[in-house]
């Protein structure tokens, strides 16, 4: 079946630090790929997406680009900032049977210290 | 537009007990989710429906019931609660089918407690 698989946390990192979060999935069609972000407190929103192999999504200075030869969509920010610590899961959506809902990775949580 | 509400926000309950988690989402979307997440984990889907009246199993069911009379509503029933539903339940709405890459919509969550 579908997996996701996330970068162990959790991450702390100085403001203005680079940011990668791995994600590496499996999927048996042609997923389409999401990074949803959880800020404390709230439920989990849309950070971005790419639907087909090397599409980039990108949003708020966040990128992942759609990797099929390596089944990955790892994310990354080039300069962090302290509000950007929160939870962040990676998911997919496969094409087909099952694809009205999303498989999620079990969540990278990231802190950024000033 | 309040998006997708639920309550109560948090609850504690007792073994055996029953609650229902109300869910309600003002964007006339089609689709809606209830997810649980435990510490560490990703989030479960527990059931989905694509519309009024038509619901389905997801991955973790087992425990749970769900009905959908409205386009609005999508509560979710806890029968004989148990410790191993301590969990944080998240609702989620979506316009269309996640598989295109559809984002789904979700509410802030509730925080349940079996003692």
């Known amino acids: 079946g579908d997996s996701v698989t996330q970068m162990e946390g959790p991450v702390t990192l100085s403001e203005e630090a680079f940011l990668t979060i791995n994600c590496t999935y499996t999927?048996?069609?042609?997923?389409?790929l999401f990074w949803y972000v959880q800020y404390p407190g709230e439920g989990l929103q849309l950070l971005l997406k790419?639907?087909?192999?090397?599409d980039k999504g990108s949003n708020k200075g966040f990128e992942a680009t759609y990797r099929k030869e390596t089944t990955s969509f790892h994310l990354e920010k080039g300069s962090v900032q302290v509000s950007d610590s929160a939870v962040y899961f990676c998911?997919?959506?496969?094409?087909?049977?099952?694809?009205?809902?999303?498989?999620f990775g079990t969540g990278t949580r990231l802190t950024i210290i000033p | 537009n309040a998006g997708v509400t639920q309550t109560p926000k948090f609850r504690i309950l007792k073994i055996g007990q029953s609650m229902t988690l109300q869910c309600a989402q003002d964007?006339?979307?089609?689709?809606m989710y209830w997810y649980r997440q435990d510490p560490g984990m990703g989030l479960k889907l527990i059931y989905y429906?694509?519309?009024?009246?038509?619901?389905d199993k997801g991955e973790v069911p087992n425990g749970y019931n769900v009905s959908r009379s409205t386009t609005e509503d999508f509560p979710l029933r806890l029968e004989l609660a148990a410790p191993s539903q301590t969990s944080v339940y998240f609702c989620?709405?979506?316009?269309?089918?996640?598989?295109?890459?559809?984002?789904?919509?979700f509410g802030p969550g509730t925080r349940l407690t079996v003692l």
């Open positions: 989620a709405s979506s316009r269309e089918i996640t598989g295109g890459g559809n984002e789904q919509f």
């Open positions: 999927a048996t069609g042609y997923p389409s």
């Open positions: 790419a639907t087909k192999a090397d």
């Open positions: 998911a997919l959506s496969d094409v087909g049977f099952g694809n009205e809902k999303l498989t």
């Open positions: 964007m006339n979307h089609n689709y």
């Open positions: 429906s694509v519309g009024a009246g038509i619901t």
